[in-house]
């Protein structure tokens, strides 16, 4: 029996049956883009839906203010499924806008690990010099933990004022409507991440209402959704609405999503080239017939092959070789051990590479970080 879908913050099972979801949640397919916008994640339409997301455009073609925000939730390894919004945020970056780039500790504490000094430990060594690492500037980068937000008094405030004052504008209804079963907690969690989303529109930020795009993965929708409501109804200051985009799940190494829990699930970007050519080989899900001769009869299914998708998520970055790729596989006369190690080459050269870009990147972490 096929499990259950199940899309949270917290929590996804099942098979993520996305056109369902466009449908369920309101989103919008992405419309044709100026060149602008030409990335391989918009291209192959792993970035499949948003909201509001025209305003973004016209503030690049119109060479205008906008923020990109996201968030990171420390807890596990660094794995290809995070590279792919660091990609988005490096994207944004090296198109103008300002990052908020914001640890979520508190929610990690508040829903999954209480140990707060693991907690730093792991948004530092694990996902800053990994955002580094991958290109991300410090210039025009605003990174904080939302257990202390800023050294300057005023932001601070402005801050978790925001985060208290949203509260005035929900019910424990629109909290069961959007998340289900819901814990003070998760209430609490939720409501310091709508204040992540807006709080770069207050005056002590960017000075004003400025166009605002926060990228996410689908199950991270509820917390647009609420932000996006609540925010229309706060009298107390005007905001822009908040643009977002919605990409794919890069699947696991055994298919369906990856877990952090599950380290043969993923490839992390501090693994070893040679653990991770071995999770590759012995894990990776194939597409492929069961014999050779039957293979070559029938070809595989790269679409579900996951070597081939780790490819597409950016390890070939030309669509032209991807494309034949795609067709020598489907067609037979690529086998499944070559597309491995195809994908075992090109996994290889990247962490080789990477890092070393990692060692670099520990000179350059006082740049982002604050001292006490």
Known sequence: MEEKQVITPWEVKGSVD????????????????????????????????????????????????????????????????????????????????KVYLAVADIEAYNTRISDVAELKKTAIEEYLLNYIALGLSPKNCDFYFQSKRSKDGKKACAYYRLAEMLARNSTFNEFRAVYGEITPAKMASSLLQAADMLHPQLPEFEGGPVPTVVPVGVDQDPHLRLARDISQRFEAFKFLQLSSTYQLFQPGLKGGKMSSSDPMSFIALTDSPDEAERKIKKYAFSGGQQTVEEHRKKGGNPDVDVSFQMLRYGLEPDDKKLKVIYDDYKSGKLLTSELKQIAVDKVRKFLEQHQKEREKAKSKLDQFLWKD
């Open 18 to 97: 996305y056109e369902r979801l466009i449908k369920e949640f309101g989103l919008q397919s992405m419309p044709v883009l100026p060149k602008q916008f030409d990335h391989l994640l918009f291209r192959r339409n792993i970035i499949f839906a948003h909201r509001d997301f025209q305003r973004i455009v016209e503030a690049v073609e119109n060479k205008k203010p906008f923020v990109m925000m996201t968030g990171m939730m420390p807890s596990g390894k660094f794995h290809f499924g995070h590279k792919t919004v660091a990609d988005q945020i490096i994207f944004y970056q090296n198109l103008g806008a």
